[in-house]
């Protein structure tokens, strides 16, 4: 079973310019997080999708990031403009439609803003 | 508010050893589920174990264990027999209906496996 897919690895970019981070979850499964991860710091949820509706984007900054989820399969995040705290591994997540079910993550995508 | 704590920032143990990482959490829900993830240096976050709210027995998977004190609020885990390629970070996390049942993580403790 293939796990889940993102792309890119990594990016660098300069800052107020604009990034995307695309997300393949494992298939059949109904929920898909992302999640930032500051260096030294453990994984915070940015937001989550059930199918293609959002359940919680209350930790999104909705002034310079945005989420979609096409189909309710693959999903990108979208950063504009980015800032430089904005430096930080992002991880995507999916899980199966039942509760409590443990989330597998994808790689990540590490983003360094200059 | 859910909260977990990991008190260790970072951790040795000799190879074959057995080592504990500690993990209290503070939540007011009744239904919650805990998780043990390791992070190697590659930054892939990899599913080691879980223990439900609910679960009398303590969970094992291979070589990790989960030490689950409900009444204490803590959920330890055990990593027997430890490896080389043990060496990572460990975050411990929980996740529960009040949350949506998104993850919440603690700090991470660093395990380093001497030789």
């Known amino acids: 079973e293939a796990g889940v897919a993102q792309s890119p690895r990594y990016k660098i970019i300069e800052k107020r310019q604009s990034v995307a981070f695309w997300c393949n979850p494992i298939?059949?499964?109904?929920?898909l997080y992302w999640y930032q991860q500051i260096l030294g710091q453990g994984p915070k949820l940015l937001i989550q999708?059930?199918?293609?509706?959002?359940?919680?984007d209350s930790q999104l900054p909705k002034d310079r990031f945005s989420a979609e989820r096409l189909k309710g399969v693959d999903s990108t995040l979208k950063i504009q403009p980015a800032k430089l705290e904005d430096s930080a591994v992002y991880l995507c997540?999916?899980?199966?439609?039942?509760?409590?079910?443990?989330?597998?993550f994808g790689p990540g995508t590490r983003l360094l803003v200059l | 508010a859910q909260k977990i704590t990991q008190t260790q920032p970072g951790m040795f143990v000799q190879e074959k050893e057995a080592v504990t990482l500690d993990c209290t959490y503070d939540?007011?829900?009744?239904?919650?589920?805990l998780f043990w993830y390791k992070q190697p240096s590659s930054g892939e976050m990899i599913f080691l174990i879980y223990?439900?709210?609910?679960?009398?027995q303590n969970a094992t998977e291979g070589r990790y264990s989960l030490n689950f004190q409900k009444a204490r609020k803590s959920a330890n885990l055990v990593i027997s027999a430890s490896q080389l390629g043990d060496s990572a970070m460990y975050f411990c996390?929980?996740?529960?209906?009040?949350?949506?049942?998104?993850?919440?993580f603690g700090s991470g403790t660093r395990l380093l496996v001497r030789p």
């Open positions: 997540a999916s899980s199966s439609l039942a509760l409590q079910e443990t989330q597998y």
């Open positions: 298939s059949g499964h109904a929920t």
């Open positions: 999708f059930q199918n293609n509706g959002v359940v919680d």
């Open positions: 939540t007011s829900d009744q239904s919650y589920g």
């Open positions: 223990q439900g709210s609910y679960d009398e």
């Open positions: 996390a929980m996740s529960s209906r009040d949350s949506s049942y998104k993850l919440i």
